[in-house]
């Protein structure tokens, strides 16, 4: 008897312990082309459309090195999300544009979704979270 209850507690446990870690996935963002080395990059996952470029899901403020940076999010649980960044060259914790509101900081999106005439699209920059995954972002 103890036998069986000892094997049905390892087994639920090793379900248990499964089924909770299928569910938190690690993203690491690649970014490369970036001006300069100067400031910091704040990168912002998104995991819905309303909120995409306006509230972030979860944020991360990584340093730059030799013009390329990585961006390492842990623990996300499966879904979409689309990813941006502002090359913040000044650190001043913003996006500078300029007169007519173009951006003068390097910036960029998952998918290297662009805009035409105003910012990328959720739908160009969205996909699916499954798995461990690696994007790239180019400029």
């Known amino acids: 008897m103890k ?30 082309g ?12 998104y995991n819905k459309e309303e909120s995409f470029l306006k509230k972030q899901f979860k944020g991360n403020v990584v340093a730059i090195n030799n013009q390329k940076s990585i961006a390492v999010f842990k623990d996300l649980p499966k879904g979409e999300y689309a990813v941006s960044f502002v090359h913040d060259e000044n ?6 544009t300029n007169l007519f509101g173009i951006p003068k900081e390097d910036y960029g999106c998952s998918n290297n979704a662009r805009g ?9 920059a969205k996909f699916q979270l499954t798995g461990n995954k690696t994007i790239v972002i180019k400029i």
Not at 7 to 31: K, M, P, R, W, Y
């Open 3 to 32: 036998k069986i209850l000892l094997i049905a507690l390892f087994t639920f446990c090793g379900i248990h312990n499964t089924s909770a870690q299928e569910g938190a996935f690690n993203l690491t963002v690649n970014i490369a």
């Open 34 to 45: 970036l001006n300069s080395d100067k400031g910091t990059l704040m990168v912002a996952i």
């Open 91 to 96: 650190d001043n914790k913003k996006m500078d």
């Open 116 to 124: 035409f005439m105003g910012p990328p699209k959720y739908n160009d």
